[in-house]
């Protein structure tokens, strides 16, 4: 285990598990369905590609970067929408995929966009951890992973200051390691 996480949470293999469940879950409403399946940079991206893997049906992948909380542990409060998908998504069902759902805000303001801004009528939510003690905006995802307690977490995609991204497992960051 690194040497700045006090607990692992989620173990590669539950994390395996349960992101093999998502991805049949998802495959059972696509029914067959072609989706775009969208992943927020960067915290998805390992989500992203395990769960991809885990889907049986035609999807085809998208990115966007929503950015909030720049290098502390804190949001801004503020979610900058920076790519969005060139392919005109009228239409289609777009599966939004990030690595945790906090406050809320950044999946509350992208799914807004996608279908105000963009035209999608069928927007479904998918989210790995799902820490509902910090939610602000009234938003629930269609398909979560894991709940989680309010600790700072990192790895699997998930950082501190960008860091902690690699590691295959998702622990609690040790508090001394960002300034608590
Ligand atoms: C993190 C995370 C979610 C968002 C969740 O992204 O990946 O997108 O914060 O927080 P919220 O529910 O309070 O909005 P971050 O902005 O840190 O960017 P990153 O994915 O590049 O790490």
């Known amino acids: 285990m690194h040497r700045d996480i006090a607990e692992v949470l989620f173990s590669e293999e539950a994390i395996r598990q349960r992101v093999r469940e998502l991805g049949r879950a998802i495959s059972h409403d696509l029914a067959g369905r072609e989706a775009v399946v969208m992943a927020l940079l960067k915290g998805s991206v390992l989500f992203f590609s395990d769960l991809v893997r885990s889907i049986d049906a035609p999807v085809k992948v998208e990115f966007a970067w929503a950015s909030s909380y720049g290098k502390g542990t804190e949001s801004s409060g503020e979610v900058l929408l920076k790519v969005f998908p060139e392919e005109d998504l009228r239409g289609r069902m777009v599966v939004v995929v990030d690595d945790i759902l906090d406050t809320g805000r950044t999946l509350s303001a992208v799914v807004d966009r ?28 269609d398909y979560s992973g894991f709940p989680v307690d309010d600790v700072f977490v990192v790895g699997y995609g998930l950082d501190y200051a960008d860091r902690y991204r690699n590691l295959p497992y998702i622990g609690v960051l040790k508090p001394g390691c960002y300034g608590a």
């Open 114 to 141: 996608l279908r105000n801004e963009l035209g999608v009528t069928d927007v479904r939510t998918c989210v790995l951890l799902d820490k509902k003690a910090r939610r602000t905006a009234r938003i629930e995802a």
